[in-house]
């Protein structure tokens, strides 16, 4: 059975690569006739997006991971990332051993945890090793002493939502048993759902349990976001409203929607199936436009865009991540993301409940451009890790809240 379906993967990547091939050996053509589908874009950031954007689109989970996991492997190649074996986590810069003395002699003056994003389906702890690496050596080079652990967390299907949230909130306790650690600042960040995590797992842990600060990369802080805030975006991001709904589904343990503009939500543990209906909104017709050097959107992205709107109504009060007990936070995100919306509403409701936060919209920027230096031009990502980097540097100097 293993060799029958890893005969069946081989045969599907390699439609996949010729298929993406294809589309992208007309991007340098449109690109220079029509110009980048948004203002700014390079030619190298065209591609990568459309590269991207054809695997969210075309391959399974389980495919997905491997390229991820493939992706994360090469990013960490020529790094010290370590593995604990007695956390779930990875240390980058230093060894498990290391570390425990670096800590105990208090030669730590911050701790970035990281937990990384995928859909809460297909991530990969090593994935944005050379991104946060960045953030860890421009920080020494400031005088800051830091060390960086990457967390893992069992994936959906595998388990559901909330047992990740459980996994990393007790690896944050486990990490603060480590003597030493409670000396030094702690920032928890993530990308994607990865920041959902961060967000919901702050909300579980005790005041004296929670890091002082929280850095957030595009995160993902409504599972099922509203057509209005996805639909924007819906020709430019990477990824798409049917990636949203299969990976919200997926984590979540419900069923996916059976027929355009109809959503079944399914939780046996908790309720029993219900059905919405959904009708598409009377604007769709100006989605079906197709924006220069991307795919088009199709009515089945339309479909899709409304079904999420649909289970977001059914599953709002099941995963919500309310705007209380949240240390300070900085949120960096791209206005041209499927999230933007949702993020920045989600900042001034947490600002309303009076969370010091700081928020950096980038023009033009897609979904985790501040992690992916491939998917942003050079100025925004640097102007990126110089924010964060900042941010990090006030945490340590107790002048970020």
């Known amino acids: 059975m293993e060799i029958a379906q890893l005969l069946a993967d081989v045969v599907y990547f390699t439609g996949f690569i010729v298929h993406a091939t294809f589309l992208l050996l007309g991007v340098p053509v449109i690109h220079a006739t029509f110009g980048p589908p948004v203002n700014g874009w390079s030619l190298a950031q065209h591609l990568m997006i459309r590269w991207i954007r054809a695997g969210n689109t075309s391959l399974k989970i389980h495919q997905q991971r491997l390229m991820v996991r493939l992706g994360g492997w090469l990013r960490s190649r020529g790094l010290l990332v370590a593995h604990d074996t007695e956390l779930p986590a990875f240390w980058l810069g230093d060894t498990p051993r290391t570390i425990r003395s670096r800590l105990a002699r208090g030669e730590v003056d911050l701790l970035i945890v990281y937990i990384h994003g995928g859909g809460f389906c297909c991530g990969s702890p090593l ?21 960086v652990a990457l967390l893992e967390y069992e994936l959906a299907p595998e388990v559901l939502y909330p047992q990740p949230i459980h996994r990393i909130c007790q690896t944050i306790r486990e990490l603060r048993a480590i003597p030493g650690v409670n000396r030094a600042k702690m920032v928890l960040a993530g990308d994607s759902a990865g920041g959902n995590l961060a967000i919901s797992t702050v909300q579980h842990l005790q005041p004296t349990e929670q890091p002082n600060a929280l850095v957030l990369i595009s995160p993902w802080v409504r599972l099922y976001p509203s057509s209005d805030a996805i639909c924007r975006n819906i020709s430019t991001d990477i990824i798409t409203p049917r990636n949203l709904l299969t990976w919200a589904n997926t984590y979540m343990g419900v069923a996916c929607y059976t027929a355009p503009n109809t959503i079944e939500v399914v939780r046996p543990a908790i309720a029993p199936p219900a059905s919405l209906g959904a009708t598409l909104p009377n604007e769709a017709t100006a989605l079906l436009a197709s924006s220069a050097g991307m795919e088009p959107t199709g009515v089945s992205d339309i479909d899709t865009c409304s079904a999420v709107a649909a289970v977001s109504t059914a599953m709002a009060s099941q995963q919500a991540l309310v705007p209380t007990c949240i240390p300070p936070s900085l949120i960096v995100v791209g206005s041209r993301e499927l999230f933007v919306e949702d993020v920045v509403a989600y900042a001034c409701m947490l600002e309303e409940a009076g969370t010091h936060v700081s928020i950096l919209v980038e023009p033009g920027a897609v979904h985790n451009y501040a992690v992916e230096p491939t998917l942003a031009g050079s100025d925004a990502y640097q102007r990126a890790v110089g924010n964060i980097t900042d941010y990090m540097r006030k945490v340590v100097h107790n002048k970020c809240g």
């Open 127 to 147: 994935l944005q090793t050379q991104s946060v690496n960045t953030w860890r050596t421009q920080l020494e080079q400031q005088g800051i002493r830091v060390a």
